[in-house]
């Protein structure tokens, strides 16, 4: 179980996390009409009386981007300064992640998106590593990740992570950490909560936004850092035959930051990482507010 932020935002007011309860009619739970966001942030190691959520413009973006598919109009702006406000209330003293969720607060039952009532509710857990940072093992997942014509993927919905769910149980229960899903078309397309790059001939290689991937914003982080560092950065589909002889795969994203790959299948892949050491370096030095460069990607909240 994980440890809680002691306040959750419910409803335009602050409630204790234990006594923040929804209905056993929501909407939301029984279609899965709903839309989250992942953020992570820490206590600025420079500063006590600071906390730094990394990305968080972005990451507002992406959700009210996501809330226009559930025909909630949720400006960015709005989702970050309750975010912040919830992080003054919280006061975090270790790392954390957290969670809004645009979602249908209605209590009707019938599956639509108009005339429904639509909420904005925010909790944190204390979280640090999600992943092994020693590196993973995957399967190749038998569920294939949805297509655009029959699922929004440019949202993060909340219903659509059944697929991830069957995914990742499906590694797990036979022996291996992680899932990787392929597109419709047979290509490789990302993780149960993260997206994939591979190092090939000293190149970095990742499937495109047009392979029906989570536009990551992790992904944009590492393509960044990547090219800045000198690495050419391809994106493209991506084959299964690829990931088995890559010199290198990693995982990217919120929870799971840079997380090496190991093994595919029956394919380890080599111990030596140079590539994701390095990333996975920078990514971290930089949610740390260390590389003045990046200082933009860091969203300091004063807790006075
Ligand atoms: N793909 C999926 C399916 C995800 O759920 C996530 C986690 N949000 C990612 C990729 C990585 O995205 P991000 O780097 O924005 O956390």
């Not at 809330?67 to 970050?80: C, G, V």
């Not at 954390?96 to 904005?120: A, M």
């Not at 507010?289 to 200082?295: D, G, Q, T």
């Amino acid at each position: 179980m994980h440890t809680f932020l002691p306040y959750a935002y419910l409803k335009g007011s602050f409630v204790e996390f234990e006594k923040a309860t929804l209905s056993v009619a929501t909407h939301a739970l029984h279609y899965g009409t709903a839309a989250f966001g992942g953020m992570r942030g820490i206590p600025d190691p420079q500063n006590s009386r600071q906390i730094l959520l990394f990305r968080a413009d972005r990451h507002a973006q992406r959700l009210s981007k996501s809330a226009r598919f559930l025909k909630y109009d949720l400006a960015p702006e709005e989702i970050l300064k309750t975010l912040e406000s919830f992080v003054r209330k919280n006061a975090p003293t270790t790392p954390f992640y957290l969670r809004p969720l645009v979602y249908t607060s209605d209590l009707g039952i019938s599956p639509r998106l108009h005339n429904v009532e639509k909420d904005l509710l925010v909790y944190g857990i204390e979280l640090g590593d999600y992943l092994s940072p020693e590196g993973v093992s995957c399967r190749i997942s038998s569920w294939y990740r949805q297509e655009d014509r029959s699922f929004p993927l440019r949202g993060k919905i909340s219903g659509g992570y059944i697929t991830s769910s069957m995914a990742k149980t499906e590694a797990v229960e036979s022996g291996f950490d992680e899932a990787i899903m392929m597109n419709s078309q047979g290509k490789v397309c990302e993780a149960s909560g993260m997206n994939i790059f591979i190092v090939r001939d000293g190149s970095i290689v990742t499937p495109g936004v047009d392979q029906d991937i989570l536009e990551g914003i992790t992904r944009d982080s590492v393509i960044t850092v990547a090219r800045d560092l000198g690495y050419q950065v391809i994106e493209r589909p991506l084959d299964k035959s690829e990931l088995l002889i890559a010199d290198e795969v990693f995982l990217s994203g919120t929870a799971a930051k840079v997380t090496p790959v190991k093994q595919i299948e029956n394919y380890p892949l080599p111990k030596e990482r140079p590539v994701t050491e390095a990333l996975k370096k920078m990514i971290t030095s930089i949610t740390e507010n260390r590389e003045p460069r990046y200082n933009s990607w860091v969203h300091p909240v004063s807790l006075d």
